[in-house]
């Protein structure tokens, strides 16, 4: 991972120098982060051009202003110096022929992707200028009413270039990153799609099956149990069970977008909760009380 | 579970009602429980008379006021109509012999502890009038400098009688949580200890599990993984490693106390995690939703 790497004078030197604010930049999908990125270059005065789906999208789009101009129509991008493939992962792995082919070649493309392996393998080989990135920022919602202002401010946005990643492009997805505050991060695709199994897929299915035991295991105890732990449910289970309890369809895309780094996840969480059950099991509370010093201690690094 | 359960009439005409207003109240332990209470019942004109360990916290529950009367001798007891034991659990299940000796035979007496089956059997031999009781409250904060006003204000405050369980010290343990604001509820003890293995004790080890297989995962992973991790780790991970990374002494005395229920639940939590790591080694990709669609059902029940 580095965090403020540049492109050597030499990659400079090969490339030219890609101003994004040179001409319009292009948002693919007005969602949540669509949505968002747009209100945000609006307020530094870039003209934005959305390709949304559906005209009803693209006319409540327009009211809530997320882009200068929304089409329906890929001709929208026509022009554009910078686009933004800010769609799902599943539309993102399977592009319409006629958005791809609306692309101008001139135009550095990125995405927002939250798994980059796959993205990056399709990509490369659909356009030249092609940058791989994810914008980590995020909020339950979803759809046109989500994109609010200011998402990005202090947030992380992965880019995962790999040798075939044109260095301007990659300098002119970092200025528009950082022009909406974010903080950009750069490292290997492999790498960023380990990572996010670990502290963003991960926990989905964690916190799902804690949901699912506290209604299961009740349901088959007496017959009060279920009302109770309804009832004594604290802020901490709250807590626990949030992302588990999350949009069913991100997760499931997460899943089967990042599935091999997912499996290597859980496996290894199998190994640490298994170690602690055993502790349990054994009744070895000293070795407890260690791991559950080592993990308040851990804690804070991961805030 | 009964919420709202007045004793019978014929059990109230058995035994005398108690008001436990008629004297003042003790409380031995003066954390973060003991602290709290004691402020709400001064607030309410009670006298409290507090009993502690050392002569520094004595000193510093004076200071703040936490008690009317605060005192290391067992003897500062005497003529307490109602006794609250804010005892840590292995004290509570070990306590001193000179505090049950100084426990006056008419008061009644109950405990906050948070396992409540091996509490109720322990103290039914030591005191006639003893009930087991367990107010759901709790900041992360510990220690005398813990107590604050109002923390159990429309909490729950969960009794869990057994036939020798007195109706009418049970009826005055209920009317002071109310007095504070707190939302009664009773059921059995056995009831009570599942119950918060499932939403209590559980989540502790599936955090903690969470923080490990993170830190641990990615220590093995190429070199910038352990970094790449931690800069991304998200609010939702936060949520999800709370009370993983929580008090240890804690999290070790609750499973330490309630073993048996914690195993039955992380066996059945073992189970549902790995039917949704084998529908995401199936790629059952619409069984995976399914389940995420249902856990997404489920959370608001306990919120």
Redesign the interface.
């Known amino acids: 991972?580095t965090?403020d790497s540049q492109p050597s004078p030499q990659a400079l030197a090969s490339s030219p120098v890609i101003t994004w604010r040179q001409g319009p930049v292009g948002i693919v999908g007005l969602g949540l982060i669509g949505g968002s990125l747009g209100l945000d270059l609006q307020r530094q005065g870039v003209e934005v051009r959305a390709l949304v789906h559906r005209e009803a999208t693209a006319e409540r789009a327009r009211q809530r202003c997320l882009a200068s101009e929304v089409s329906t129509t890929p001709s929208v991008l026509a022009g554009c110096s910078l686009v933004v493939l800010a769609l799902p992962l599943d539309r993102l792995l399977k592009p319409p022929q006629e958005l791809v082919a609306a692309l101008p070649p001139q135009a550095v493309i990125t995405d927002v992707g939250s798994v980059k392996a796959p993205v990056l393998e399709l990509w490369q080989g659909l356009h030249p200028r092609f940058v791989a990135s994810h914008p980590?920022a995020?909020t339950a919602e979803a759809g046109v009413e989500a994109g609010v202002g200011g998402l990005f401010a202090g947030r992380?946005w992965?880019a995962t270039p790999d040798p075939q990643t044109d260095p301007a492009c990659l300098a002119a997805v970092r200025a528009l990153a950082e022009s909406v505050g974010a903080h950009w991060?750069s490292?290997?695709a492999a790498?960023?799609d380990?990572?996010?199994a670990?502290?963003?897929h991960?926990?989905?299915?964690?916190?799902?099956?804690?949901?699912?035991?506290?209604?299961?295991?009740?349901a088959a105890?007496?017959e009060?149990?279920a009302?109770?732990?309804?009832?004594?449910?604290?802020s901490?289970?709250?807590?626990?069970?949030?992302?588990?309890?999350?949009?069913?369809?991100l997760?499931?895309l997460m899943?089967?977008c990042n599935?091999e780094a997912?499996?290597?996840?859980?496996a290894?969480?199998?190994q640490?909760?298994?170690a602690?059950?055993q502790q349990?099991?054994q009744?070895d509370?000293q070795g407890?009380?260690q791991?559950?010093?080592?993990?308040?201690d851990?804690?804070?690094?991961?805030?």
């Open positions: 991972m965090s980590m995020g992380p992965v991060l490292c290997g790498e960023h380990q990572a996010v670990l502290i963003s991960l926990p989905v299915l964690v916190g799902a099956a804690l949901l699912q035991t506290a209604d299961r295991a009740s105890g007496t009060g149990l009302g109770l732990v309804r009832a004594l449910a604290s901490g289970f709250a807590a626990a069970s949030r992302v588990g309890g999350g949009n069913p369809e997760g499931t899943a089967r599935r997912l499996l290597v996840a859980l290894a969480y199998r640490q909760l298994g602690l059950e349990v099991r009744e509370w407890l009380r791991e559950l010093d080592r993990t308040q851990l804690r804070p690094q991961f805030l």
